[in-house]
């Protein structure tokens, strides 16, 4: 039974062209915290959560499309605290597994929760190439903050990624 299940797994993996191989790394992302810039209105601050999941990057460096069947880790829904509106804190992992040959990129995104449906706040693209230099042995673990460049708002998470 648990081996089938394991050979399952490897194969969904190969399918999704990111076998267990050598040139596969897998990464602990962990959404530590985060903060969104210049609410549009004064209103309450809004409820939000962060989405990880991995893109593909084409030549030219440009995010083109999300992979087929995308590795996908969306955090807990948090409010921020009347002492510090707009930033969020999560402390939430998930387990990427990278073909280091790709230039991929991690996605992170940052949603308000509304009543109906999502908003994003923010999103940001990490080139895997940006963080492989200091992710080069098990263990290595760097903690960083990184800011969107581009809309609908803008904003700041911080990650911590830890190399398996």
């Known amino acids: ?19 267990i191989m050598e040139d596969t790394v897998v990464v602990v992302v962990t959404v530590v ?9 004064s209103r309450a601050p809004p409820k939000c ?7 593909e990057v084409a030549v030219c460096g440009k995010v083109i ?22 930033e969020y804190s999560w402390n939430e992992h998930t387990r990427l597994a990278i073909p280091s040959a790709t230039g991929d990129a991690i996605r992170v995104s940052v949603f308000t929760n509304k009543i109906v449906g999502k908003d994003k706040a923010f999103s940001l693209d990490i080139p895997v ?9 098990p ?3 760097m903690t960083r903050t990184f800011t969107s460049t581009r809309g609908p708002g803008k904003g700041e998470v911080t990650l911590e990624l830890r190399l398996l």
């Open 1 to 19: 039974g648990e081996m089938v299940r394991l050979q399952e797994r490897e194969k969904r993996f190969l399918e999704l062209g990111m076998g």
């Open 33 to 41: 915290s985060g903060c969104i810039k210049a609410p549009t209105s």
């Open 49 to 55: 959560f962060a989405e990880v999941k991995l893109r």
């Open 65 to 86: 499309k999300t992979h087929e069947n995308p590795q996908k880790f969306t955090t807990q829904t948090r409010a921020s605290s009347p002492s510090t509106p707009f």
């Open 129 to 137: 190439a940006d963080i492989q230099p200091e992710l080069k042995s």
């Open 139 to 141: 263990g290595d673990t």
